[in-house]
């Protein structure tokens, strides 16, 4: 049983790249999130998502879009990435929105 | 504005004695929260919530308190062990916002 499986664990992109962080649960759970996070600053929301084919912005959406494609699959896509998303993401799902949260291992993403 | 303050980056306790661990909140509207431990290069493990209507939550070796007059929570892990040197996270949530609010995190190291 894998949990919460992301992919890649690490990525370094140049200054306007783009790329998408992929996020799979296998728990049959309702609702995503997508949190990054930074040294001092704890885990702050980018994205969730509350059930399959909804989704809402969290603390810190700019720079971000996000796909539920599925009940398992929920990605987060960085356009033009810039020097201030590197950080350290991680995904997690839960039964129902709100409740306690399963994290993924984690990506971590330079931009240079 | 930090709206979940863990004011203590970290903490040294022999391994047998008592860690507390705290939390302290400004939003009235929070009615839940939870705990986190996280090792390093993986993600955040749940450890133990509890609602605000209660002001005390056991689970094992680990108690969480809670007083609401003073927004204050904490976690007590009784007796402490080497494999609980961890970063721990406070968050809380208010109902309906389907979203929690991390702390910057406390490194506790146990001392064997």
């Known amino acids: 049983n894998a949990g919460v499986t992301q992919t890649p664990k690490f990525q370094v992109l140049k200054t306007g790249q783009s790329m998408t962080l992929q996020c799979a649960q296998d728990m049959n759970h309702n609702s995503m999130y997508w949190y990054r996070q930074d040294p001092g600053m704890g885990l702050r929301l980018i994205y969730y998502?509350?059930?399959?084919?909804?989704?809402d912005k969290g603390e810190v959406p700019n720079g971000y879009n996000v796909s539920r494609l599925n009940k398992r699959e929920f990605s987060l896509r960085l356009e033009s990435a810039a020097p201030s998303q590197t950080s350290v993401y991680f995904c997690a799902s839960s039964e129902t929105v709100g409740g306690e949260a399963f994290f993924g291992q984690g990506t971590r993403l330079t931009v240079v | 504005d930090q709206q979940v303050k863990q004011n203590s980056p970290s903490l040294s306790v022999q391994e047998g004695r008592i860690s507390i661990l705290n939390c302290d909140y400004t939003?009235?509207?929070?009615?839940?929260f939870l705990w986190y431990k996280k090792y390093p290069a993986e993600g955040p493990t749940f450890l133990i919530s509890?609602?605000?209507?209660?002001d005390k939550n056991e689970d094992g070796r680990f108690t969480v308190f809670l007083n609401k007059s003073a927004k204050h929570l904490s976690l007590h892990i009784v007796p402490s062990q080497p494999g609980d040197s961890a970063v721990y996270f406070c968050a809380a949530s208010a109902s309906g916002t389907y979203k929690y609010i991390f702390g910057t995190g406390t490194r506790l190291k146990v001392l064997a």
């Open positions: 998502s509350a059930s399959e084919g909804t989704t």
């Open positions: 939003n009235s509207m929070f009615d839940y």
């Open positions: 509890i609602s605000s209507i209660k």
